[in-house]
């Protein structure tokens, strides 16, 4: 099921994230990877979306950075 990550999920994506950056040559940063995605979750400056295996955790997940606002048509620093 894919769904929102909310702030219960953190340890998991700490986990997830932190293999994704070792994924692209990053050395291993728990903390680094805690702080990240936690920031992001906090501000609100990403969406993020998990994968969950019900029952098995979190499988996945995709991180998207809003920054454009299609209503304003302008970026969304001009949109906040």
Do not use: H, N, W
Request: glycine share 6%; net charge negative; with cysteine.
């Amino acid at each position: 099921m894919v769904r929102d990550a909310t702030p219960a999920d953190l340890s998991a994506m700490t986990d997830l994230f932190d293999r994704y950056r070792q994924f692209y040559d990053q050395t291993p940063d728990r903390m680094l990877a805690r702080e990240f995605i936690g920031q992001r979750m906090a501000k609100r400056e990403s969406v993020i979306l998990v994968a969950d295996g019900v029952g098995e955790g979190l499988l996945g997940f995709c991180q998207l950075y809003p920054s454009f606002c299609s209503v304003e048509a302008a970026d969304r620093l001009r949109c906040l």
